[in-house]
């Protein structure tokens, strides 16, 4: 029921803010429904990942490998599902504001940038912490370099990602984007902790995801309305919005790693159950299967547990 409710949500506003942005692209409305919106967003995502390079690199002032290893993952492989919502929520604030004023969307264009550089980076000491061997159908960072100068490259990442955040301008939107980076920490933290009651092992499951996921897409949302100058209660629509984009994200992604083989998604299958991971298809198992909730109490740490 939740994620049906959280589905109807996400597609019932999705449509609404899809449509915006179409009219802004100069797109008609009964062409729509045959873009998407990495489509529609295309020209404003053109040459991000090259910014990113450009920015990593002016930072440089010794002859380092540490360009190299922060360059790694911003190699276009990944989906830029962050900067693409964010810049999609922009595009349609400005929309309703009745301006698309290049210094705004300069500005909506850095917090997207910044959303993909917070993503990256925590993605480096995800792997780092996991000791995952791959990420996007090549070496992780950790295992092509290793993980002393890994996890400075991810540090380097979030300070260069910081100093574009600055430049953007606006206090409230450093002190937003700046909210992400302590619910990543916290959602770590909660990964590392298990509920004994049963009941409540779904919340927990839920806040965590909001944590380590939902925050950055809710907070860029929030962040970029915030530029096109909408009134707050829009702005609180924009911020509920990328919440319950990245809830659904999180939902489906840890449903493709039991459905999905491990080179179409990049990253070994199964990993969460070999981390002693309890995600939303086990917790829903669960429920027909009690049993599973001995091998949930335990994280799967007995032989066995992982194939069962």
């Not at 500005?107 to 980076?121: C, D, K, P």
């Not at 897409?217 to 707050?232: E, Q, T």
């Amino acid at each position: 029921k939740l994620v049906q409710k959280v589905l109807h949500f996400t597609c019932q506003n999705g449509r609404r803010h899809v449509a915006n942005v179409a009219s802004i692209s100069g797109t008609s409305g009964n062409q729509t429904d045959r873009q998407d919106a990495f489509t529609l967003m295309k020209p404003q995502m053109s040459g991000l990942m090259e910014d990113i390079h450009k920015e990593l690199e002016s930072e440089i002032v010794v002859d380092t490998n540490i360009g190299d290893l922060a360059k790694y993952y911003f190699d276009g492989g990944g989906k830029s599902v962050r900067p693409v919502i964010a810049t999609c929520l922009g595009h349609m604030a400005n929309h309703h504001q009745g301006t698309q004023e290049d210094d705004r969307c300069r500005r909506q264009r850095n917090v997207a940038m910044v959303s993909e550089m917070i993503h990256t980076a925590s993605l480096v000491h995800d792997d780092i912490l996991d000791h995952a061997e791959t990420r996007r159908g090549k070496e992780s960072v950790n295992v092509r370099w290793d993980i002393r100068r890994s996890t400075m490259a991810g540090d380097y990442i979030l300070g260069v990602g910081s100093r574009i955040l600055s430049q953007v301008g606006d206090p409230e939107v450093v002190v937003i984007l700046s909210q992400v980076l302590a619910d990543l920490v916290q959602g770590e933290f909660m990964q590392l902790q298990n509920k004994d009651d049963e009941s409540e092992r779904f919340e927990h499951y839920l806040s965590k995801s909001f944590n380590k996921t939902a925050s950055l897409m809710a907070y860029s949302c929030r962040a970029n309305a915030v530029i096109a100058g909408v009134d707050s209660n829009l702005v609180e629509q924009a911020f509920q919005y990328g919440r319950n984009i990245g809830i659904a994200f999180q939902l489906v992604d840890d449903l493709l790693d039991f459905t999905v083989s491990a080179d179409k998604l990049g990253k070994p299958a199964a990993a969460d159950l070999k981390l002693g991971l309890a995600t939303a298809p086990v917790l829903f198992a669960a429920e027909r299967f009690p049993q599973l909730n001995d091998l949930i109490g335990r994280r799967f740490c007995e032989p066995g547990d992982v194939e069962t």
